[in-house]
């Protein structure tokens, strides 16, 4: 089992900055892809962005590439989302997940076996 806690989301002006950071506990957290998804009222869970067991490879969803960055601490257990330049269509719910390691960077959901609660980002016009 992995349990997964996300923090640092909130209120911000549009064309501003927010870091979110999910952190693990209850596994080894290296022998995980990790992944972030966001979940906006009405709409469907959909992928953000996803980082390699080692920080190696990384992928992007195309609405979010060249203003979102996915890093990870393995020593810290933490996985973190830098995201710039936000946009009201940024407004969802966060949440981080974990994957077994073998699916590397993958953007599907089922592939993903743990989640956090999520976290509120909220992006003002």
């Known amino acids: 089992q992995v349990q997964l806690v996300e923090s640092g989301g909130g209120l911000v002006q549009a064309g501003g900055s927010l870091r979110l950071s999910c952190t693990a506990s209850g596994h080894t957290f290296s022998s995980y892809t990790m992944g972030w998804f966001r979940q906006a009222p009405g709409k469907e869970r959909e992928f953000v962005a996803a980082i390699s067991w080692n920080g190696g490879t990384t992928s992007y969803a195309d609405s979010v590439k060249g203003r979102f960055t996915i890093s990870r601490d393995n020593a810290k257990n933490t996985v973190y989302l830098q995201m710039n330049s936000l946009k009201p269509e940024d407004t969802a719910v966060y949440c981080c997940?974990?994957?077994?390691?073998?699916?590397?960077?993958?953007?599907?959901?089922?592939?993903?076996?743990?989640w956090g609660q999520g976290t509120q980002v909220t992006v003002s016009s």
């Open positions: 997940a974990a994957a077994p390691a073998y699916y590397s960077v993958s953007a599907r959901r089922d592939d993903y076996h743990y």
